[in-house]
């Protein structure tokens, strides 16, 4: 009985750590696109629409650093030597999550409540609440989601040095590689 419960923690930190992981330089399967990674779509000969959606672990820079990266293996991959980023943006697809104290009472969050309306709308009141009357504790957080999305064109030749948005597929292969981390 009891090395099964100890199994069953284990397995279950497992699985709990692998989801606290931030997503990893990979392509969006079907079954795992709620992890996030990389996708591509070819819009014309030489044009691309380049897109890296990371999960809630996965910060800002590291999304914007996977899709460039992507960009110039995918310029790589199709034989040409630079792209220019011709479109380009990152939207934070996260959510604002607000729950309320966990009730003491014997039945936790369910049981008797009431709602009322009071200066700042309505609002709800529960025998079991730690602060009955006008209580303002919410657990408020907000869970940031990025999503980078960039339309190239990819180039032959030398990339024209007084553009700002050409990049030298190469260049950022050997300067971002370092910073890539696939799946485990």
Do not use: H
Request: with cysteine; net charge positive.
């Amino acid at each position: 009985m009891q090395r099964r419960l100890c199994t069953a923690i284990v397995i279950a930190a497992a699985v709990l750590s692998s989801c606290a992981r931030p997503t990893p330089y990979q392509p969006i399967r079907s079954a795992s696109s709620s992890q996030g990674g990389y996708s591509s779509e070819r819009l014309e000969t030489n044009r691309y629409r380049v897109t890296f959606i990371g999960n809630s672990m996965t910060s800002r820079d590291t999304v914007e650093t996977y899709l460039l990266y992507r960009a110039a293996e995918l310029t790589r991959q199709q034989g040409y030597d630079w792209f220019e980023a011709v479109y380009r943006d990152v939207e934070n697809r996260g959510q604002v999550v607000v729950d309320r104290p966990f009730a003491t009472g014997p039945y936790g969050w369910w049981g008797p409540s009431w709602r009322y309306y009071g200066r700042s709308g309505w609002r709800s009141w529960s025998p079991w609440d730690r602060d009955p009357f006008f209580s303002d504790r919410l657990d408020v957080r907000t869970i940031d989601r990025y999503e980078a999305t960039a339309e190239i064109v990819m180039r032959r030749g030398d990339k024209p040095s007084a553009n700002p948005r050409a990049f030298d597929a190469n260049d950022l292969l050997r300067t971002l590689g370092p910073r890539i981390r696939p799946p485990e």
